[in-house]
């Protein structure tokens, strides 16, 4: 009988089940048996191989080391990190609400694809999507740190496209609405509605401004600090979430004057003061201001229509008027394009000229027109030719 080959890595044992487990020393020094058992002693031995090969490698991963609960990890994360206010408090509040109370009791390690696959399902029909969007991201970046901490071998958030919010359009209303808007919010907020149509500033950034960077005689409002109105109610002076949203932005000479009066009558006279404030010189909050703006729109027939799409308007008409995404970009202080290219749609009506000329061209090179009125009308008017004309007509344009 031929004598049985030592195994020189690892050892294979038989349990009373019938099945088969298989050890080896890891690199840690530590004795590690595999993470499941076997139907054959074949098997097991097939396991050691990849085992040592791996270790060899340098892939070699601790089963141990993803062993700290999900929660633990995730608040640490976000403690670990240099964040603005609000994002400190998104983070967290979308950890409590939507992350927490299903994988909170999971170790980093028993994490897999198919749990985050069910857990977005079952939040989508329960909250919106965008919201299930932006902690799927948080969600996402929380498990990206745990492999390069290499706790996991790899991210289970695998879902395409699952941490894009899905933005619905905004409605493009008529300047002439905005006017109409304007005609009916108090003449203190008048200003603020300008501001926010013209030069695509966000709430915050509005209810941040101070003289000094609103300079009139520049004809530009610099964006240097934002108002964050936090969980609670307490608001805090922050600077621009990113380094994109720190920019300087053209004002249209048209309202200058419409805010040259505002500064005289209604902001703060110190030299550093606030542009916009209530009427008792407190800061400018949105739950303040909700009432007077439920009232106008509702008023001009628009009652879903929120201050932010003031924003919408402006960055349209300059997408309009033939702006660059780079452009457009810089003027609403994102650093990525995402947001920009949503309004591009706005080029359609300058697309649709283009082509109507280059179709007329078409029509002049196949010799079909323009064409001269005859008889009464005003000299030297042209109208579209056509094939449907006499054929006299059609004799007198080919000669």
């Not at 633990?72 to 206010?85: C, E, G, N, T």
């Not at 600077?239 to 040259?260: D, H, N, Y």
């Not at 027939?301 to 201050?307: I, K, N, Q, S, T």
């Amino acid at each position: 009988m031929a004598e049985k080959r030592k195994r020189r890595f690892g050892r294979v044992r038989k349990l009373p089940s019938g099945r088969f487990q298989a050890r080896y020393p890891g690199p840690d020094g530590v004795d590690h048996p595999a993470p499941y058992t076997f139907t054959s002693e074949r098997e097991a031995e097939r396991w050691l191989v990849l085992k040592e090969a791996e270790i060899q490698r340098g892939d070699w991963m601790s089963p141990d080391a993803g062993k700290v609960l999900f929660e633990v990890y995730a608040k640490s994360w976000i403690d670990d990190r240099v964040l603005k206010v609000r994002t400190e408090g998104l983070y967290r509040s979308l950890l409590k609400n939507h992350l927490v109370p299903t994988f909170g009791n999971y170790n980093v390690c028993d994490l897999k694809e198919a749990d985050v696959r069910r857990w977005r399902k079952e939040r989508l029909g329960v909250v919106g999507q965008s919201t299930v969007a932006k902690a799927y991201q948080l969600l996402k970046s929380i498990m990206s740190t745990a492999v390069e901490d290499e706790l996991i071998r790899k991210n289970p958030c695998r879902i395409k496209g699952a941490g894009t919010p899905d933005t619905p359009e905004r409605q493009m209303i008529p300047l002439a609405k905005v006017l109409e808007i304007m005609g009916k919010v108090p003449e203190r907020y008048r200003a603020l509605v300008l501001l926010g149509t013209f030069t695509s500033l966000r709430w915050g950034e509005l209810a941040g401004l101070r003289r000094p960077n609103l300079d009139l005689d520049g004809g530009v409002v610099r964006v240097v600090s934002e108002l964050a109105e936090l969980d609670g109610g307490k608001l805090m002076e922050d600077t621009p979430k990113s380094r994109a949203g720190r920019r300087v932005v053209s004002i249209p000479q048209e309202i200058i004057p419409e805010l040259r009066h505002h500064l005289d009558r209604f902001a703060e006279q110190e030299e550093n003061g606030r542009v916009f404030v209530g009427p008792k010189g407190a800061w400018l909050r949105r739950s303040g201001f909700r009432r007077i703006w439920n009232k106008a729109r509702a008023d001009v027939g628009l009652p879903g229509l929120h201050f932010h799409d003031l924003r919408h308007v402006g960055n349209t008409l300059a997408a309009a008027s033939g702006a660059s995404l780079k452009e457009l970009m810089a003027r609403m202080g994102h650093a990525s394009p995402r947001a920009a290219l949503i309004y591009q749609h706005a080029t359609q009506d300058r697309d649709k000229a283009i082509a109507e000329a280059l179709g007329q061209a078409l029509k002049v090179a196949r010799g079909e027109g323009p064409k001269r009125r005859s008889g009464k009308g005003h000299p030297g008017r042209q109208v579209r030719g056509t094939n449907q004309g006499t054929g006299t007509q059609r004799a007198r344009h080919q000669k």
